[in-house]
Structures are given as structure tokens and as C-alpha cells.
């Protein structure tokens, strides 16, 4: 069973800069696809970003150019470095991990961009 952990959330005003961290147990980590999702209030669960390995990456076109997600797979941790933050960027923030046909998803942590 995979575990996922995410820490980083806050608040923030615009222009601003937050990093999640997610921190993955239980699984075969280097193989799965890691993701960043969110979901903001009223809203269905969007794609923010993916990683499948170091060159595989994959953005909405909403947060290209500003978010950077990263993975370190001697310590099983994905991240999402988040700048010039903007008040549509609110949002619960939800780690993912993929391997094979099964989704896994973390807590997830709150981001609130204040304008």
C-alpha cells in the first residue's frame, strides 16, 4: 500500500512563492508517474503537473512557466516549487502516484493566494 505525505501548504499573497513536498512509502517509487492535482472549492480535481522520470514532464498550461516539480528518487520525494503565485492558484493542493492502473493520492495540503 502506497503512502503519500504532502507538506509546504500556506498562505500567501500574489506574486508570491510556496514548495510542496511530497514524501511516497510503500511502493516501487522510481517507476511510478508522481503528480501535483488540486481542486478548488466548487471545482472538479485539475492536473497541475506530472513527472514520469527526469525528462518527462508534463504541465497545465495555467501554471507553465511558473510551477517546477521535481523528483529525488533516492529519497522516494516529489516536489512542486511554486512561484509568482496568483489568487486562481487557491486550492487544495493533492500528491498523486501512479503505477500501472492504479492511482494513489496523498491528504492533501491547502494553498490560499491572497490578492
Known amino acids: 500500500q502506497v503512502q503519500l505525505v504532502e507538506s509546504g501548504g500556506g498562505m500567501v499573497q500574489s506574486g508570491g512563492s510556496l514548495r510542496l513536498s511530497c514524501a511516497a512509502s510503500g511502493g516501487i517509487f522510481r517507476f511510478s508517474v508522481m503528480g501535483w492535482y488540486r481542486q478548488a472549492p466548487g471545482k472538479q480535481r485539475e492536473l497541475v503537473a506530472t513527472?514520469?522520470?527526469?525528462?518527462?514532464?508534463n504541465y497545465a498550461d495555467s501554471v507553465k512557466g511558473r510551477f517546477i516539480i521535481s523528483r529525488d528518487n533516492a529519497k522516494n520525494t516529489v516536489t512542486l516549487q511554486m512561484n509568482n503565485l496568483k489568487p486562481e492558484d487557491t486550492a487544495v493542493y493533492f500528491c498523486?502516484?501512479?503505477?500501472?492502473?492504479?492511482?494513489?493520492w496523498g491528504q492533501g495540503t491547502q494553498v490560499t493566494v491572497s490578492s
Open positions: 513527472i514520469a522520470s527526469g525528462t518527462d514532464i
Open positions: 498523486s502516484s501512479r503505477y500501472g492502473l492504479t492511482t494513489y
